[in-house]
């Protein structure tokens, strides 16, 4: 089945629901929050019958992507970002740059191949941060376990010129349960019920940790053996290779070894051969480079101007950076698509709004939020402190897209209870399409924190998982195939509501109890 056919397939049921929906009142008892639903048909109508949310995907993918922090790619994707968003008349598009996140890296060549007893050429992927080979490297391959002192002790004098085999072949097992999923009904309500924890660990006395100092020392126990490459086996199987850093972002740390993570059948497949007394010859080359400074430091910027309410805000975001492997589709261009189609359909279809709407496309999320964080510091609140700056008190919320490419389901409320009702209501539009369920529980691990962490209203939507941490979430296979087109129709068309309606309520979504501050304020500072 054609792409056009599934979307003219779509379209056709989804918008009869919407021009159905305009004449039917929310079916909320006792619900007094009131949802625009002439608005929301016009959303529903240019978002399903005009989207360009796939369009905006391949760009990021198949034309720039990888997108990994301070690399080129992302930079590239950047600055087309931004003309995109000015072709569709927003106002102050911009990337805005943030420090601190140390050096770029860039791979620009892998090659690695059994040369002996047999030639074959071998699926994997260099680590990022991790340094090149000079030109083609060849030597055996030796399985060498160093996870003790007493292990490098063992190898000392031993590894020099060789391919270092670190961890033991890891078994493949059939899969006999899909690897992509819906949520069921079943598992939406056990989404929605409140986690219950009675505060017990599982007793005992606590496990004993690993020596902190040893990664260290195993680095320079491989560097001054003059290892030419570390070889490990990935997560995943059947092609897939799930791979992320090695080295260190700071140029003033210790040196590290090229290391490479390989498909594990074929990681196996040397350890079995070594098992047998059979010397294997690999042949690589790997070429790394590390750009310098923060050149590719940045979030995309753009705002909808509002009306009446100008001077508060509601924002909409996800993260715009990558890892290296695929080209970052599912986590996370499938997000940073669905919030510039968002965008474009607000401003296509000339909708009011009375508070002003940003979008953030964060970049070094995948190394500590580091874009978000930068930005809500600046314009809102120190995380550490709470000492907050007059716009905190004029945010009405965030809104996060960041659990791949599924179809969403309904929003983690964070804790905030008093939102519940207001999203419940401004979800009955769109129960049609799936969106059912609010889970009180939080959600951790992307950009929302970085606004709840200084007690602002910051939300992550609940989406199908597909086959995300199944296949795609941080692997080579993250590309734009594995996004489903009605999916992400949907969900821009989703987002823009909830914007929509976030921007026009006549009070700003209600929000928890501050947090408390993880260290006590500078001395005379006060909250603004």
Do not use: C
Not at 363 to 378: D, I, L, N, P, T
Not at 466 to 487: F, G, I, K, P, W
Request: glycine share 10%.
């Amino acid at each position: 089945m054609t792409h056009t056919t599934l979307t003219r397939r779509f379209v056709g049921v989804v918008a009869a629901a919407a021009a159905a929906v305009v004449v039917a009142a929310p079916r909320i008892v006792g619900q007094t929050e009131p949802v625009d639903l002439q608005a929301v048909y016009k959303i529903k109508d240019e978002g399903l019958q005009r989207s360009k949310v796939m369009e905006i995907a391949s760009y990021l993918t198949d034309v720039y992507g990888p997108r990994l922090t301070g690399s080129p790619e992302i930079r590239r994707a950047g600055e087309w970002a931004v003309k995109e968003l000015q072709s569709y008349g927003l106002a102050n598009v911009r990337l805005e740059p943030w420090t601190g996140f140390g050096r770029g890296w860039i791979n620009e060549r892998f090659s690695a191949v059994m040369t002996a007893p047999a030639t074959a050429t071998l699926i994997g992927y260099p680590k990022a941060w991790t340094p090149g080979t000079e030109g083609v490297v060849k030597g055996e391959a030796v399985e060498a376990r160093l996870d003790s002192p007493a292990d490098l002790e063992t190898w000392r004098g031993k590894l020099k010129g060789k391919f270092v085999l670190t961890a033991p072949a890891r078994p493949i097992t059939p899969h006999f349960t899909p690897q992509s999923n819906r949520y069921t009904d079943a598992e939406l309500e056990a989404l929605a019920r409140q986690p219950v924890s009675a505060g017990r660990g599982r007793g005992g006395a606590p496990a004993a940790g690993a020596n902190p100092d040893f990664a260290r020392d195993r680095t320079a126990f491989l560097v001054a053996e003059g290892v030419l490459a570390t070889l490990e086996p990935g997560r995943g199987d059947g092609g897939t290779v799930f791979v992320q850093s090695g080295g260190s972002r700071n140029e003033a740390d210790p040196p590290t070894v090229p290391q490479v993570v390989l498909a594990p059948e074929h990681y196996n497949r040397i350890v079995r051969v070594l098992a047998k007394k059979i010397p294997v010859a690999l042949e690589m080359e790997i070429r790394n480079s590390f750009p310098q400074g923060d050149a590719g430091a940045f979030n995309v910027i753009g705002e909808i101007r509002g009306t009446d309410k100008a001077d508060e805000l509601v924002m909409l975001g996800a993260h715009f950076d990558s890892w290296h492997t695929g080209t970052g589709a599912t986590d996370n261009a499938a997000g940073s698509a669905v919030m510039m189609e968002a965008m474009r359909i607000l401003k296509a279809t000339g909708l009011p709004l009375r508070r002003t709407v940003r979008m953030g496309l964060w970049g070094g999320e995948e190394q500590g939020y580091f874009g978000s964080r930068a930005h809500v510091a600046e314009q809102f609140g120190d995380r550490q402190t709470l000492v907050t700056k007059p716009a905190h008190a004029k945010f009405s919320a965030y809104f996060n897209v960041d659990n791949g490419g599924g179809s969403i389901r309904g929003v983690y409320l964070q804790g905030n209870e008093a939102a519940a009702p207001i999203f419940r209501a401004w979800m009955e539009p769109f129960s049609n399409v799936g969106m059912t369920t609010l889970a009180i529980r939080n959600t951790g691990g992307t950009d929302h924190l970085s606004f709840d962490q200084v007690g602002l209203p910051g939300f992550q939507f609940i989406q199908d998982e597909l086959e995300y941490n199944a296949r795609t979430h941080h692997s080579n296979m993250d590309v734009y195939d594995r996004l489903q087109a009605e999916d992400m129709m949907k969900n821009a068309v989703i987002v823009a509501s909830f914007v929509y309606h976030a921007a026009n309520r006549d009070q700003l979504l209600p929000r928890k109890p501050m947090p408390k501050p993880a260290t006590p304020p500078p001395t005379g500072s006060t909250r603004q």
